[in-house]
């Protein structure tokens, strides 16, 4: 056994290959370590809360019936729990969902969803690795065209 390569078979490779060679696998490095991170999140959701700051404060309203009794929104909130939300919009849906109950249909269709996608953790996990881009780059994009307009207002 190689001790350099831990065990896995390394080819041998010229000294001008290996440049090729070793950026062909940083994106498959990258990709594995935000797998990584994504389920260290899930992982330390059942030991701790505020970790990663989406609160959804700004979605409570105190006029709301039930919004404050429940705990919907702020620090130890039911939305901090449950949002892996990337985008405002993402956060707005989660919301909503919370602020307003569902026809049974919709919660059918939900349920429906939700069993479709159990069985398919790849790509369930693909589409999450996807979704670690869009934060970056919206804002880049932000920072030089200014902020993206409103796209819903919530109604409790």
């Known amino acids: 056994m190689d001790s350099l390569s831990g065990g896995c078979f390394l080819p041998q490779l010229s000294s001008s290959a290996w440049p090729s060679f070793s950026l062909a696998l940083r994106k498959p490095r990258r990709r594995c370590e935000r797998a990584a991170a994504l389920y260290d999140q899930g992982l330390a959701v059942s030991t701790t809360f505020g970790r990663k700051g989406a609160t959804g404060e700004r979605f409570l309203n105190s006029a709301h019936p039930y919004a404050q009794d429940l705990d919907l929104f702020g ?82």
């Open 75 to 156: 620090h130890g909130s039911l939305f901090e729990l449950l949002s892996t939300a990337r985008t405002r919009v993402g956060e707005e849906t989660l919301a909503r969902w919370l602020l307003a109950p569902a026809t049974p249909d919709v919660l059918r269709d939900r349920q429906a969803a939700v069993a479709e996608l159990r069985p398919r953790l790849d790509l369930r996990e693909d589409l999450a690795l996807l979704g670690e881009g869009i934060v970056p780059a919206m804002t880049r994009r932000h920072s030089r065209h200014g902020p993206p307009p409103r796209v819903a207002h919530l109604q409790p």
